[in-house]
């Protein structure tokens, strides 16, 4: 039986790699950090599960990944631990800059220094293309613009380094923006979702936002996750870009939401100068020609189908919620 550790298993991308994991057999150990309230709702469905297996630890605490490494001895590490906020990591750079990029560097020396034969992951993103227009590649240069990027940068080299001078089967997965359901409150395509849900139930009236200009290329997270998979069951380890190849700014999500609730955004949504960023990223659009044809990986769901099953979740939840 394969086992696999994924860093990040309560978060997003870590609950839906858990299921996908599990339902292919795989032998699942999760990195968790340790809180004073529980903060495993993400993946508290798959706690019955005998082959899921959970740990504490932390990118910040290298010896708890070292003592791991050594216990588990994986076959496969998926990177996705992260603090993943690109406007916290300008209010937090040193600790973004301790678990985003000195915390891939601890994990890779631990499986370095254990000798086993495993594959790793890591968790790259499109923030690494910043200021340089789309559309992006695997070839396309990068240029960060926070504190998150940079450090994600030195993340995605320090993988390919790991690569090249160890002969370590090690990959990062650049990914383009992508969510679900289960997003994370503060990211905008889901506040904008329970903003929505907030207003259909007459909760508030109104939804604060910044900068209404960039332009994201929005996926769907249980597509990407089988991705990442596929990453690590090739013959040769090479980085890919997972996308969908369209962009779409911030107010044209926001009007496919609000029109799927059957609302209007303009009569909702307010400025707030707080969502803006020092440096933004004004336009991330990828190209994934390269994971579909090597991977067979394709992105089936779109924005506009994305904002409806994402208004359809937190309106359904939030009636669930009021009727209790
Ligand atoms: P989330 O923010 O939902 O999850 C982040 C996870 O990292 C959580 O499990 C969190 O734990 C954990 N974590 C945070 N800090 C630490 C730490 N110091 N030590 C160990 N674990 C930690 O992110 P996503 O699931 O959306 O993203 C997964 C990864 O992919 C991240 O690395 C992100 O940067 C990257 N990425 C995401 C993209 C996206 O669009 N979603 C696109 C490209 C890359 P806790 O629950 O305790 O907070
Ligand atoms: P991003 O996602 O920065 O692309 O990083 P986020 O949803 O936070 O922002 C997208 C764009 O929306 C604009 N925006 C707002 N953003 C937030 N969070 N809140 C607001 O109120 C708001 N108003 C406008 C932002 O300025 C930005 O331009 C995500 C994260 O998941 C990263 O971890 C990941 O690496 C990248 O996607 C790819």
Redesign the pocket.
Same mark, same amino acid.
Request: hydrophobic share 35%; aromatic share 10%.
């Given at each position: 039986m394969k086992r696999a550790l994924i860093t990040g298993i309560t978060g997003q991308d870590g609950s839906y790699l858990a299921e996908l994991l599990l339902e292919k057999g795989y032998e699942v150990h999760g990195l968790v950090r340790r809180a004073s309230t529980l903060n495993r709702g993400r993946i508290d469905h798959l706690h019955q599960n005998p082959q899921l297996k959970l740990h504490y630890g932390d990118l910040t605490d290298g010896v708890s990944l070292v003592n791991l490494i050594y216990a588990i001895e994986p076959h496969e590490v998926y990177n996705l631990g992260?603090q993943?906020?690109?406007?916290v990591s300008f209010e937090m750079p040193e600790y973004t800059a301790s678990t985003d990029a000195s915390g891939t560097l601890r994990l890779l020396e631990a499986i370095r220094a254990a000798g086993i034969d495993c594959r790793f992951y890591q968790a790259s993103?499109?923030?690494m293309y910043g200021r340089t227009p789309p559309p992006q590649d695997e070839s396309t240069v990068f240029y960060p613009r926070s504190p $998150?990027?940079a450090a994600?940068l030195y993340s995605h080299w320090v993988t390919v380094n790991y690569r090249e001078a160890y002969d370590l089967y090690a990959v990062s997965g650049i990914?383009?923006?992508?969510e679900s359901p289960r997003r994370?409150e503060?990211?905008?395509?889901?506040?904008i979702t329970l903003g929505v849900a907030a207003i259909k139930h007459g909760v508030t009236d109104h939804l604060?936002?910044?900068?209404?200009d960039?332009v994201?290329d929005w996926g769907y997270a249980p597509e990407y996750v089988e991705g990442m998979w596929r990453m690590l069951q090739q013959d040769e380890p090479t980085d890919c870009v997972l996308a969908t190849g369209e962009g779409h700014t911030?107010r044209e999500f926001c009007e496919a939401a609000f029109a799927h609730a059957g609302l209007h955004w303009e009569d909702h949504v307010r400025y707030?100068k707080q $969502?803006?960023?020092p440096t933004?990223?004004?336009a991330?659009i990828g190209d994934a020609s390269k994971a579909r044809e090597l991977l067979g990986w394709e992105a089936r769901t779109k924005a506009g189908e994305l904002a409806r099953i994402m208004v359809d979740a937190d309106i359904e939840q939030m009636r669930r919620l009021l009727d209790s």
């Open positions: 992260a993943s906020h690109v406007k993103t499109s923030e $998150y990027a994600k990914l383009f923006n992508h994370g503060s990211f905008v395509t889901r506040k604060d936002l910044g900068n209404l960039a994201r911030v707030d $969502y803006e960023r933004e990223v004004d991330l």
